[in-house]
């Protein structure tokens, strides 16, 4: 039994399968609607029911608090439709049209790029190419139903190779076999691209980045993208890890705030090693963003990063004057991890 859903604010309309979630249903007929983890985790896909009756599924309650889901709030991507529906969801235009696809791929090369990360490079097989907007992820297909999510490292003009910064989690399913078995030639599917985790380019604000550990990925391919398409809004970039020795690949904001007088890149250390002999900004990114930007009302925010870093960031920035509307994250929630 299939059931009819429209946007009330676009008059968008579309259909859902038995047991679809609103979410998967509009990502079929080619509506796209804001999301990240698909998971019910992350609270980016939260909107309101209008009318209509849903099983809301399974979510954490920090993504949606019991008196939001009172006051009609919904989470799409759990949300599973028990009758026609009418709801209001923020619907992300610049994704639309670019098709979802499942691709196989050639494992070209892997680079050790930290003690605990792997670089890998990615080939889609000959005159394939993957429309993607900068900063959004793929799903590694993995046997048994399972899939991994890895934001791209790479911006969409230099798409030869597609790059994955893959952090090694002891016992992962899948990091385990990057940093043990896998080899270069090695076949590999994905779908992709996901997530609406990407520059909103309508927009001339001043742009703050936030990058957790590997959440590095998705923000390397923002500002690559930002670079070669000549946007010139201020940018200012940071980036936190624990110690000296999880930085990877840091000469690369350092050139790129050099050759752009409009980026700017400050790295902070939460736990420096007495061997690091840091001179830089340490403690907890979200406080050093606070720290330099104590009036955010005229900024949009972007940040990717591990769960803890993306909900004390969330509080900070709101509360120094950020609205709502204008942060935009990448949580690396279960379903979509920075590497298990
Ligand atoms: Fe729905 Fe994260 S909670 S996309």
């Given at each position: 039994m299939t059931h009819k859903i429209r946007i009330q604010s676009s008059g968008h309309e579309f259909t859902a399968n038995e047991k679809e979630t609103v979410l998967a249903a509009a990502l079929r007929h080619g509506v796209t609607l804001a999301y990240s983890?698909?998971?019910?985790?992350?609270?980016?896909?939260k909107g309101k029911l209008i009318s209509g009756k849903i099983d809301y599924g399974r979510y954490e309650a920090k993504a949606m608090s019991d008196e939001e889901r009172g006051a009609g709030a919904a989470l799409f991507c759990q949300a599973v439709p028990l009758s026609d529906l009418v709801i209001d969801a923020r619907e992300i235009s610049?994704?639309?049209?670019?098709p979802i696809r499942i691709m196989p791929c050639r494992v070209m090369k892997l680079d050790r790029?930290?003690?605990d990360v792997m670089q890998l490079s990615l080939k889609l097989a000959e005159g394939q190419r993957l429309q993607f907007l900068a900063g959004q992820y793929i799903d590694i297909l993995l046997s048994g139903n399972q899939r991994r999510s890895f934001s791209l490292a790479t911006a969409p003009h230099a798409d030869e190779l597609l790059h994955l910064h893959i952090r090694h989690v002891p016992g992962g399913l899948f990091s385990g076999q990057v940093f043990t078995t896998m080899k270069e030639r090695d076949l590999l599917r994905f779908q992709g691209p996901?997530?609406?985790?990407?520059?909103?380019?309508d927009s001339d604000r001043p742009v703050i980045l936030v990058a957790g550990g590997t959440g590095f990925a998705p923000i390397k391919s923002i500002l690559e993208h930002a670079f070669a398409t000549g946007i010139k809004r201020t940018m200012h970039l940071y980036w936190g890890v624990r110690a000296q020795r999880d930085l990877y690949l840091h000469n690369l904001p350092q050139a790129w705030a050099r050759e752009h007088a409009h980026f700017h890149n400050t790295l902070v250390l939460s736990e420096p090693l007495s061997e690091d002999d840091w001179s830089g900004r340490r403690g907890w990114v979200h406080e050093a963003v606070i720290a330099d930007h104590p009036d955010l009302s005229r900024h949009e925010v972007y940040a990717s990063g591990p769960p803890p870093m993306i909900e004390a960031l969330k509080k900070a920035v709101i509360a120094h004057g950020?609205?709502?509307?204008r942060l935009y994250y990448d949580s690396f929630e279960h379903a979509h991890t920075s590497g298990t």
């Open positions: 983890c698909r998971n019910g985790d992350c609270g980016t896909c610049a994704a639309e049209g670019i790029l930290a003690h996901l997530g609406t985790f990407f520059l909103r380019e950020l609205p709502n509307d």
